[in-house]
């Protein structure tokens, strides 16, 4: 998404900023060149190499501000916020959380433009978004965080306006090169015979999560049929509903669900096995956290329990969710219980694949989550002989940016790891907005070669957890979001007609699935089946007639 000049709203390196703080002092600098950053995503420039530096900072609020020209942000436009952000030297630091804000109508209200892990020695990118609903009477940036006395660096910050046109541009090219292959049906004869080829069903899955009383409702149940492929349980699997109570099983409501995706012919994600964030733990655990053994013996319990009872039913499970955000089995266990539970579930069920599970490693916001943390916590779960079976981002996303969520896809592809979007959910009260930037994730997440399938957290208004996400309404009717998807999911299906030409052949370009193929001749129809897979060759299929 490079951005022309017009498209710039705020674009600055060491002028025109003021000090935000009683004790607060700047100061102009130029870094080393040797020691610049390299080029931001989707920036479109090179770092300038002057930065200012806010010193003398009283409170973790002290920093740097600048105001933005009046009229510059438009409502209903989606903002990035890029540029680079340092701290200086610290002896045993770990870097400091720095982020920026935009205030608007004298600080009224409070946007977040980004946050980043700084640190010091070297430049950190800041990947923010944002928007706004209406026009502002004035607006502001200010850059603060990092605790006192720690004295923040600032280099190049800029924000401009995102052009998702461009961007679709560029996402369809990839598109068709990643998701579309040549194909070639050779029927070795019936030369000019009409051909109709048919995609039933794509290579690529969208699926969305269910829970106990969503299947109860003929209009969920109808859209759910009809538009996904694949199915996860919202919290019928999770440790906290099946058992709730030490020693008192529940697995009826996951069987009902097992069931009924089994009868719809969907298969299912297994979420989650453990969940590492404390909040997300039942009392009854907690209450035996103090006890290592108790509490080791309960997980190895919980493992032979539910992998054990559903061999073979989930392809998938993620295994310890949120364990870039949540500790709470490695502090009473040690580190390595991560790579352990790993460990036993592929022991219990040698054929699943097992998922890492964590939210805004796609956002570019968060220091908690980025992706190289994630590679990180991969590589240590790998040499503790955790057999990764793939990486999932959650994708609970606002404002999303597309280049952003391509750069973490682009770093997360390093581990050589299918990709999944888990759970994803776009969340905007404009309608027609919220089709756009639920477009943005799709569009990103299919032309990506390493990405291999979307869950949507829900799709229906007042079934799912975070508001103004919804595709369907409550009464069944499509929405502008749900139209979009719809939309999406035609484009990327495959119909092909024509005639075998005189070599007895009919060619077409494909996205990877399943097909059905009828050939007229003279003297009938035929209908034959078959599977377009991926690979750059064309895939040469004999066909007879």
Not at 39 to 45: C, E, K, L, N, P
Not at 258 to 271: E, M, N, Q, Y
Not at 479 to 494: H, K, P, V, Y
Not at 507 to 525: L, N
Request: with cysteine; glycine share 10%; aromatic share 10%.
């Amino acid at each position: 998404m490079a951005c022309t000049h017009q498209e710039v709203v705020f674009d600055v390196n060491t002028v025109g900023w003021a000090p935000f703080g009683p004790r607060t002092a700047l100061s102009m600098r130029n870094e080393d060149p040797a020691r610049l950053p390299a080029t931001a995503v989707g920036h479109g420039q090179k770092p300038s190499g002057g930065y200012v530096l806010a010193a003398g900072r009283d409170q973790e609020e002290d920093g740097l501000c600048q105001a933005i020209s009046p009229g510059a942000l438009k409502p209903r436009v989606t903002y990035r916020v890029a540029g680079w952000i340092s701290v200086a030297a610290e002896e045993g630091s770990q870097g400091h959380r720095v982020r920026v804000s935009i205030r608007v109508d004298d600080g009224r209200r409070v946007v977040d433009g980004g946050a980043v892990c700084a640190e010091a020695g070297r430049w950190t990118e800041i990947k923010g978004a944002f928007r706004l609903s209406e026009s502002p009477s004035n607006a502001a940036v200010y850059v603060q965080g990092a605790p006192a006395g720690v004295d923040v660096k600032v280099m190049d910050l800029r924000i401009f306006a995102t052009d998702r046109k461009a961007r679709f541009s560029q996402l369809k090219d990839k598109t068709d090169k990643v998701r579309k292959r040549d194909v070639v049906l050779s029927f070795g004869g019936a030369s000019g015979a009409f051909v109709r080829v048919v995609q039933l069903d794509n290579g690529f899955p969208l699926g969305t999560c269910i829970n106990s009383t969503v299947i109860q409702d003929p209009a969920f149940v109808d859209f759910f049929t009809n538009h996904f492929d694949w199915a996860v349980f919202e919290n019928e699997l999770k440790w906290y509903w099946t058992e709730a109570r030490r020693g008192q099983l529940n697995y009826a409501d996951a069987d009902r669900l097992l069931d009924f995706c089994d009868l719809a012919g969907k298969p299912v994600r297994g979420h989650c096995i453990f969940w590492a964030v404390d909040g997300d733990v039942q009392q009854w655990i907690k209450d035996i956290g103090h006890d290592r053994d108790q509490l080791m013996s309960v997980v190895q319990e919980h493992l032979q329990s539910l992998l054990g009872r559903y061999t073979g039913r989930f392809p998938h499970y993620d295994v310890n969710n949120e364990m870039l955000h949540g500790r709470f089995y490695r502090d009473r266990l040690g580190d390595n219980v991560a790579a352990l539970m790993f460990r036993e579930a592929a022991r219990i069920d040698p054929g699943v694949l097992l998922f890492v599970n964590d939210y805004n490693v796609e956002c570019g916001n968060d220091p908690n989550a980025t992706p190289e943390k994630y590679i990180e916590l991969i590589r240590e779960l790998q040499q503790g002989g955790a057999q990764v079976g793939g990486i999932g981002l959650q994708g609970h996303v606002t404002n999303p940016v597309g280049e952003v969520i391509c750069d973490a896809l682009d770093k997360l592809s390093t581990t050589d790891l299918p990709i999944w979007i888990t759970e994803l959910d776009v969340c905007e009260p404009d309608e027609a907005l919220r089709a756009d930037d639920l477009e943005v994730v799709l569009r990103e997440a299919y032309a990506h070669p390493a990405v291999q399938g979307v869950m949507l957290w829900g799709f229906m208004q007042g079934q799912m957890w975070r508001q103004d996400a919804f595709l369907v309404n409550s009464d069944g009717t499509v929405n502008d979001a749900g139209q979009r998807f719809i939309e999406l999911r035609r484009e990327w299906t495959s119909d092909a007609r024509g005639h075998i030409d005189g070599d007895g052949q009919f060619k077409f370009r494909g996205f990877e699935g399943t097909y059905v193929v009828q050939v007229t001749t003279a003297t009938g129809k035929m209908l034959k089946t078959f599977t377009v897979d991926k690979g750059d060759a064309p895939l040469v299929l004999g066909m007879d007639v």
